[in-house]
């Protein structure tokens, strides 16, 4: 029974940095591809991150401002988001395996 949980959310000015990570649970990561999402009140959920194996992929609007990486003894997928932006602000949900975890919210705000 696989269960996702993000953590590491929170208030930051723009500029500022953020480290989120998904914890699963009942489940290996191996070589299934995880991806970081994010949805914005109004706006359709967009996927942000992947990884499988060593392979990552970004979105465009990341800018190379944040990187995507695994632990794999450890279950979990990070993403450290630096040099923050208001138009980040969303909540960021992790997916494994078609399943989503109950997000974390990450404000930029002044």
């Known amino acids: 029974q696989l269960q996702l949980v993000e953590s590491g959310g929170g208030l930051v000015q723009p500029g500022g940095s953020l480290r989120l990570s998904c914890a699963a649970s009942g489940s290996t990561l191996d070589d299934y591809s995880i991806g970081w999402f994010r949805q914005a009140p109004g706006k359709q959920r967009e996927l942000v991150a992947t990884?499988?194996?060593?392979?990552?992929n970004y979105a465009d609007f990341v800018k190379g401002r944040f990187t995507i990486s695994k632990d794999n003894t450890r279950r979990t997928v990070s993403l450290q988001m630096n040099n923050l932006e208001p138009e980040d602000t969303a909540v960021y949900y992790c997916?494994?395996?078609?399943?989503w975890g109950p997000g974390t919210q990450v404000t930029v705000s002044p």
């Open positions: 990884i499988r194996g060593r392979n990552t």
């Open positions: 997916n494994f395996q078609d399943r």
